[in-house]
C-alpha cells in the first residue's frame, strides 16, 4: 500500500515502511525487490566470505529485528570483497536463503555508500526498511524520522489498527555490525516532549503551548549529541502537561501513557512517565531521554536510571537517560555536584546515611566536590514577592496557582 511517499507492505505477521528518499543504484533489474546491504566486518572477523557472510546473517537474525531471510532473494556486499570469492558452499548457503544474485557496492576510505540492512529495491531505487510497531502502550506523542540528507525530522504518520493508538517505525541495527561504526550505532531512542527536535513543534504536553509556539530550528544539543554519536531518534513521548505532576485522571491534553507492570492499569506517575512507560513496554526501544522527572516514573515501571552530566547546560539541553543498555559518550564533566538538602530527612536517619554515603562514592570516582544547596532556606532567605509570605510549602501546597 502506498500513501503520499510512504509505501508499506507486511511479511507474515511483520509489518514494514519504505519512504520516498532512495538511493539510485546502477543495475537493470525492475520491479519490486526485498534485499540486503551487508556491512563490513573488521578483518579479523572472518577468514573467508563464507564465515563473514554467515557471521552477519547471524547476527542479524539474533539481534536485528527488521532483518528477515526474506529480504536476501538479492545482497549488496562491500567492493572489498570481489564476487569471484563466492565459493560453491557460500552459493549453497545463499541459494538456500532465496538469493538470485550478488551485487556489490563501494567501500572507500571506511565510508560507506549504502546503508546496510534490509532494502526494497524498486525500478533501480534502493530504499531503507523500518520496522513498524504499534505503540500499544500510549508512550509516543509524536512518532519522528529524520528523511535523508535533511536536517530536520518529519511526523512518520502511520495509522494503527487498534483503537487509539498509533504506529512507530524503526530503522534496522545492521549498521552497528561494521567494525568503523560509531559508538551509538544502532541504537534506538526516544525523546520527552520538552526537547526541542528541528522541524517540529515541542508541545511540553500542553495542547496550548504546542498550538502557539513554532517548529524548533534546532535539536537540542543532548539529542544531537546522541545523534552524532549514530543513535537513531525515533519520537516525541508523552509527558504531564507543562511538566507538572498528573496522575491519568488528571491528563486532559493528552492522555496518560499506560504503566505495562500488573494489570496495565498502575499509574506510570507523573513528569516523565512516557519515556518510562515505553521503555517497560517495548524490547525493540533501547533508551529514552528525560529531564528531572524522572524518578518516579522509573520506580513504577521498574527501569534502570542513567544521569549523564553535560558541561554546558541549556534550558532544552540537559538530560537523563532510561536505559536498557550502557550508554557511553565521552564530556568534560562539570566543576561540581549541586544536591538539594531537602529531601534527605532527619538529621540521624538511615536515608540520609545511605545518600550521603552514595554522594562521597560519586565525588570520589568522579574526582570533583559536591556542594549542598537548600531550596527552603533559599526561599527563607530571599522569598519572591509574589509569594505574598507564605512559606515554600504553603505556597506550592496545590499543583497549579493561578
Not at 567492493?79 to 538470485?100: F, I, M, Q, R
Not at 559518550?329 to 536517619?349: A, C, I, Q, V, W
Request: hydrophobic share 40%; glycine share 8%.
Amino acid at each position: 500500500m502506498e500513501i503520499g511517499g510512504l509505501y508499506m507492505f507486511q511479511l507474515d505477521q511483520k509489518e514494514y515502511a519504505i519512504w520516498e528518499e532512495g538511493t539510485a543504484i546502477s543495475m537493470s533489474i525492475t520491479g519490486h525487490c526485498l534485499v540486503t546491504v551487508i556491512p563490513k566486518l573488521p578483518k579479523s572477523s572472518a577468514s573467508s566470505f563464507m564465515g563473514y557472510l554467515k557471521t552477519i546473517i547471524d547476527q542479524a537474525l539474533n539481534d536485528d529485528d527488521v532483518f528477515d531471510l526474506r529480504f536476501l532473494s538479492g545482497i549488496f556486499i562491500p567492493s572489498c570483497y570481489e564476487k569471484s570469492v563466492v565459493t560453491p558452499d557460500a552459493k549453497a548457503l545463499l541459494s538456500a536463503w532465496g538469493n538470485s544474485w550478488i551485487h556489490t557496492y563501494d567501500y572507500n576510505d571506511g565510508h560507506c555508500t549504502l546503508r546496510p540492512g534490509p532494502c526494497v529495491l524498486r525500478d533501480g531505487i534502493l530504499f531503507p526498511a523500518w520496522r513498524i510497531y504499534e505503540d500499544t502502550a500510549n508512550a509516543f506523542s509524536l512518532p519522528l524520522r529524520l528523511p535523508k540528507e535533511s536536517e530536520s525530522f518529519a511526523p512518520m504518520r502511520i495509522g494503527s489498527s487498534h483503537h487509539s493508538s498509533r504506529c512507530v517505525a524503526v530503522p534496522s541495527r545492521m549498521a552497528k555490525f561494521a567494525g568503523e561504526s560509531l559508538p551509538l550505532t544502532g541504537l534506538r531512542i526516544a525523546v520527552k516532549d520538552n526537547f526541542d527536535m528541528c522541524g517540529i513543534r515541542t508541545s511540553l504536553g500542553s495542547r496550548h503551548y504546542l498550538h502557539l509556539g513554532q517548529p524548533a530550528l534546532k535539536t537540542s544539543p543532548v539529542v544531537q549529541a546522541l545523534m552524532d554519536a549514530g543513535a537513531n531518534i525515533i519520537g516525541l513521548t508523552q509527558m504531564c502537561s507543562m511538566v507538572l505532576k498528573q496522575e491519568p485522571t488528571q491528563c486532559i491534553d493528552f492522555p496518560a501513557p499506560f504503566n505495562p507492570r500488573g494489570d496495565g492499569y498502575q499509574s506510570p506517575s507523573g513528569g516523565s512517565s512516557g519515556q518510562a512507560a515505553a521503555i517497560a513496554s517495548y524490547k525493540w526501544l533501547d533508551a529514552a531521554i528525560g529531564s528531572d522527572s524522572v524518578v518516579c516514573p522509573l520506580l513504577l515501571t521498574d527501569v534502570s536510571l542513567t544521569v549523564r552530566l553535560w558541561v554546558s547546560l541549556h534550558v532544552k539541553g540537559c538530560g537523563q537517560a532510561l536505559r536498557k543498555h550502557s550508554l557511553t559518550l565521552h564530556e568534560k564533566l562539570p566543576p561540581y555536584l549541586l544536591f538539594t538538602t531537602d529531601p534527605l530527612g532527619p538529621e540521624s536517619s538511615p536515608q540520609k546515611d545511605i545518600t550521603i554515603a552514595f554522594l562521597r562514592d560519586v565525588e570520589r570516582i568522579l574526582g570533583i566536590p559536591a556542594k549542598q544547596f537548600s531550596v527552603s532556606d533559599a526561599w527563607k532567605n530571599n522569598p519572591p514577592a509574589q509569594a505574598l509570605g507564605l512559606s515554600i510549602s504553603e505556597y506550592l501546597n496545590a499543583d497549579v496557582r493561578l
